[in-house]
């Protein structure tokens, strides 16, 4: 079966730094691209960042310079390295794991809440 779990969110100051991390698990199906997501309370989601199998990352404009998508070898895992957050940056975070052939999954999401 098929899981993709985010962690790492919280609670932090504007100014601060976490790391989201995102494992995929229990497919034999290769990972062709891993993306982060987040969606506030009556917004659609925005994607914040991919990563492929090559290693070509995309960033939005908003977290371009801040932001910081990487993967580990076995290319299982991705991370979400988010430094000088800003209130704007508070949202759930949700992982989306495309697989090569059997689509793609959400995680759950993990809430990143910016706040003095």
């Known amino acids: 079966q098929v899981q993709v779990v985010e962690s790492g969110g919280g609670l932090v100051q504007p100014g601060g730094s976490l790391r989201l991390a995102c494992a995929a698990s229990g497919s034999i199906y290769s990972i062709a691209r891993m993306e982060w997501y987040r969606q506030t309370p009556g917004n659609e989601r925005e994607l914040v960042a991919s990563?492929?199998?090559?290693?070509?990352?995309t960033y939005a404009d908003s977290v371009k310079g801040r932001f910081t998508i990487s993967r580990n070898n076995a290319r299982t895992m991705t991370y979400l390295q988010m430094n000088s957050l800003k209130p704007d940056d508070t949202a759930v975070y949700y992982c989306?794991?495309?697989?090569?052939?059997?689509?793609?999954?959400w995680g759950p999401g993990t809430q990143v809440t910016v706040s003095s």
């Open positions: 990563i492929t199998d090559s290693g070509s990352t």
């Open positions: 989306k794991t495309h697989f090569t052939t059997i689509g793609a999954y």
